[in-house]
């Protein structure tokens, strides 16, 4: 047994040269039993040089043998082919507290680089072959989808709209028809707060059979004395809303009917417009005709009153101011339509007068007064604003009883907007789009919020908050027909409508402040208004 080498010596020659087997096969007489060494095998052209300058002998031949180098030896001065050494990864120290974090799919935890490289749409497309042919039979023809096609694709995009300008405004014509927004339903109430409730059950309903369904007329109004009137074909009717006791008032020429009717401001008279231009004037405490003022050419579908003046709309465009109290009637023209005038409301101090027409013109008018055919009266005939924003029939005029300079207009079926305006700049200051026709405006006395009434196709009442615009609360379907007039109680908490369906019905939409007692005294004596405990529907 050959001797070992010491622990020592072998392992420094092993970390710096560690040797192979193949620098032994130098000589075909070397040891037969050693299996590193073949004889058949030449040797390397380095050795073969070494082998032919240095004679080996038999003791260096069992040294090499046997593993053992010599130091200075010829062993030592061969070429030997060395290996770098590559040391093992550190591994990253980590603390207790920090556990290992699982850098594997959630999903996939066994996902292979190979199969996301490989992966495509023929991997994930159906495969009759490797499922059952009848099962995948039935469900390609449960969901509607061919084998192997895509269930979504590429398309052409779909044919533009209709150029056709006709076509165009055709649409935007019956748009208003189909557009009907969302609502509370009929029955149910509509809330804004946990103080603020409005019941969409009407207060009081009357019969008016003989209501005329035309929204260019004007047939109801409330007084300041807390009484109602209306028109019933060819007949006018008074309601005392104290009483419940219902009055004739006034009763036209057989065939015919009554066009318009307003109060005065102090409730004492009633004028009544009728489609042969004739405006009469009547005593509401004797139910006598104090008098007629004729001279209008058509219809006349709207009056308005301030102090002495009663202010009438012709079909023919035309506006004239009638003095009540002198024998020419006539004191003012106003020319500044081209179709009826169907809206008329003067301003309670009486500067202004604002004026709707079927031509879809709003104008807004100086109030101040002056004789017939002067110059001076021909100046003022001229409207301040001319307003042409409305593409329908503006009916609905109403004035802001706590901010005099703003004007709300509201447009017919095609139209169906509400603008509020600056009559001192005349500028808009805002809009709002409704869902129908826009009848009548209603602003009220105690909030910052104004109502409208509607027409097709939602019949409704909504209220509207102020400036935000938006929607308080709708009463949708109030009426089976179109809501064409509305007119508010003089403690401005009851509104009035009526409509084609021949129902006069009273709705409770706002609510007056309570007043302190020691202010109590001073407000029942307010000029055109009641106090809230003098209306009490029977």
Not at 215 to 241: D, P, R
Request: proline residues 7%; aromatic residues 6%; glycine residues 8%.
């Amino acid at each position: 047994m050959p001797p070992k080498t010491p622990s020592r010596h072998r392992s420094r020659s092993e970390t710096k040269t560690p040797l192979t087997a193949s620098m032994f096969g130098v000589n075909a007489t070397a040891d037969a039993s050693n299996p590193f060494i073949v004889p058949s095998r030449p040797a390397s052209p380095i050795k073969r040089a070494t082998s032919s300058s240095l004679q080996v002998s038999e003791s260096l031949q069992r040294q090499a043998s046997s593993g053992v180098i010599r130091k200075g030896g010829v062993e030592s001065r061969l070429d030997v082919v060395t290996r770098d050494y590559v040391p093992p990864p550190k591994s990253e120290k980590r603390s207790r507290s920090q556990p290992s974090r699982d850098t594997r799919d959630r999903f996939i935890t066994t996902r292979d680089p190979a199969d996301e490289v490989a992966a495509t749409l023929d991997l994930m497309s159906l495969n009759p072959q490797s499922a059952s042919p009848g099962h995948t039979a039935r469900l390609a023809a449960a969901t509607g989808v061919p084998l192997n096609r895509r269930v979504l694709a590429y398309h052409e995009p779909p044919p533009a709209a209709s150029s056709d300008p006709l076509m165009a405004q055709a649409r935007e014509l019956v748009r208003p028809l189909y557009a009907r927004a969302g609502s509370a339903p009929a029955g149910s109430s509509g809330t804004t707060g946990k103080d603020r409730k409005i019941s969409t059950f009407p207060y009081k309903i009357l019969d008016a059979p003989g209501m005329l369904d035309d929204f260019y007329l004007n047939l109801i109004s409330w007084s300041s004395q807390n009484v109602v009137a209306i028109a019933l074909g060819n007949s006018a009717y008074i309601w005392k809303a104290d009483t419940g006791e219902v009055v004739l008032v006034s009763e036209g020429p057989e065939g015919s009917y009554i066009a318009s009717l307003d109060f005065s401001n102090d409730g004492q008279f009633l004028g009544v417009g009728y489609p042969s231009g004739a405006v009469e004037l009547w005593d509401v405490e004797t139910q006598s005709k104090l008098r007629t003022m004729s001279g209008h050419s058509a219809q006349v579908g709207c009056l308005s009153w301030h102090e002495h003046i009663l202010s009438s709309g012709c079909q023919d465009g035309s506006i004239w101011h009638h003095d009540v109290r002198v024998a020419r009637h006539k004191v003012m023209e106003l020319l500044g339509h081209q179709g009826e005038v169907c809206g008329l409301k003067w301003r309670p101090d009486g500067e202004l007068l604002a004026s709707g027409g079927n031509d879809n013109v709003l104008n807004v008018w100086d109030g101040r007064l002056g004789d017939v055919g002067t110059e001076r009266a021909s100046a003022r005939s001229a409207a301040r604003w001319t307003k042409r924003n409305h593409t329908a029939a503006v009916k609905a005029v109403a004035w802001c009883p706590w901010q005099p300079a703003l004007l709300a207009s509201g447009g017919g079926t095609s139209d169906a907007t509400v603008h509020i305006w600056n009559t001192t700049t005349g500028a808009r200051l805002h809009s709002l789009v409704t869902p129908a026709q826009i009848s009548s405006i209603q602003w009220s006395p105690h909030r910052k919020e104004f109502m409208t009434t509607h027409g097709y196709p939602t019949n409704a009442i909504m209220v509207h908050s102020y400036p935000s615009m938006e929607k308080v609360a709708e009463i949708r379907d109030a009426h089976d027909s179109r809501v064409l007039f509305s007119a508010l109680a003089p403690n401005g908490e009851l509104v009035c409508t009526a409509a084609g369906d021949e129902n006069l019905k009273f709705w409770k939409i706002w609510e007056a402040p309570k007043v302190k007692k020691g202010k109590e005294a001073k407000d029942s004596t307010a000029l055109g208004r009641t106090h809230s405990g003098i209306l009490s529907i029977r």
